[in-house]
C-alpha cells in the first residue's frame, strides 16, 4: 500500500493493488478520529472526473456525518475497513512521512 494524495488535516489517499482508500479525518468536539472507506465504482468515477476537489468534498461528508459515534446514522458507517486493512494503510503512512 502507497500513500499517493493528500489535503493536510483532512485527509489521505491510499492505492494498493488497483484499489483506493481514503482516510478521513473527523472531529467532534474532544473527539478526533480518522476514518478509513475503501472507494466506491461511484466515488471512482467521480474522483476520475473531478480529482483532488472531489476527495475534499467526499472527505467532509464523511466527517460530517460523524460515522464513528454510536448514535449516527453516517451512510459510511458500514464501510469502516478491517482492522488488519488499517495497520497496512499506517504503515504505508509512516513510510511516506520517512
Not at 8 to 28: I, K, Q, R, V
Not at 89 to 98: D, E, Q, Y
Amino acid at each position: 500500500m502507497n500513500i499517493i494524495d493528500h489535503e493536510p488535516h483532512m485527509w489521505f489517499l491510499a492505492e494498493e493493488n488497483g484499489t483506493l482508500y481514503l482516510d478521513a479525518a473527523c472531529s467532534h468536539g474532544a473527539v478526533g478520529y480518522n476514518f478509513l472507506i475503501e472507494l466506491s465504482s461511484q466515488e471512482l468515477a467521480e474522483y476520475h472526473s473531478q480529482g483532488h476537489d472531489y476527495l475534499n468534498r467526499l472527505a467532509e461528508d464523511i466527517h460530517n456525518s460523524a460515522p464513528a459515534l454510536v448514535n449516527s446514522f453516517s451512510k459510511y458507517k458500514g464501510r469502516k475497513l478491517a482492522p488488519e486493512l488499517s495497520e497496512r494503510f499506517n504503515v504505508a503512512l509512516r513510510n511516506w512521512r520517512g
